[in-house]
């Protein structure tokens, strides 16, 4: 069973203002992290935002920040004025608490920033 | 200097080569790993090594043959691959913190391979 699903292939966003890019999880251990990571297209992935499963804020970092709805098991991220250099790949991961330390990802939205 | 370095950032080889990937992680991390990226999949975990020793092995081929000498290298050898094995091959690491819920993973940017 897929662990993590964003539905969004692809996504577009005028310059400057916010979007919302899905992605829901599903686990039945009670503590988990969640990430967000950003892949332009030179391929590496950069690290954006994290969400412990037991926090009570949501994170912030920046233009972005994550809706976290533990309930609905969904881990938005929402970018706000978006910048064209926010063009890339957006991939949501998991890390669940056993020994390896593995993230699982999702299959990653794409989004472009439209001028 | 970034903080994970993978070489040769491109690769093409035929399916009777034998070639490596090598990732670098200068950041102190005490956890690597593989990951495959394929078009349109999401990224498919390969191997975990923590403190050297490998943890997981995600029911890769044998035709993968990773090797991690120290905490901060860790090669992928190749051999005899088909051509859906052309993929970019990501290279992270990571402080593992027991118990704790955080350590993010910090990548290369990846190793684009073509198999003819």
């Known amino acids: 069973a897929q662990k993590i699903t964003q539905t969004q292939p692809g996504m577009f966003v005028q310059e400057k203002e916010a979007v919302t890019l899905d992605c829901t999880y599903d686990?039945?251990?009670?503590?988990?992290?969640l990430f967000w990571y950003k892949q332009p297209s030179s391929g590496e992935m950069i690290f954006l935002i994290y969400q412990g499963s037991y926090d009570q804020q949501n994170a912030t970092e920046g233009r972005y920040s994550l809706n976290f709805q533990k309930a609905r098991k969904s881990a938005n991220l929402v970018i706000s004025a978006s910048q064209l250099g926010d063009s890339a790949m957006y991939f949501c991961a998991m890390r669940e608490m056993d020994s390896s330390y593995k993230l699982i990802f999702g299959s990653g939205t794409r989004l472009l920033v439209r001028p | 200097e970034t903080g994970v370095t993978q070489t040769p950032r491109h690769l093409v080889m035929g399916m009777t080569n034998k070639k490596s990937l090598k990732c670098e992680q200068h950041l102190g991390h005490n956890a690597m790993y593989w990951y495959k990226q394929s078009a349109k999949k999401p990224l498919e975990l390969m191997f975990v090594y923590n403190f050297k020793e490998q943890t997981e092995n995600n029911s890769v081929p044998s035709r993968f043959s990773p090797e991690c000498p120290n905490s901060s290298h860790l090669f992928l050898h190749l051999h005899t691959l088909q051509p859906e094995d052309s993929a970019l091959y990501l290279c992270a690491s990571s402080q593992k913190i027991a118990g704790a819920n955080t350590g993010e993973l910090f990548f290369g940017e990846g190793s684009r391979l073509t198999v003819l």
């Open positions: 686990t039945s251990d009670p503590s988990y992290g």
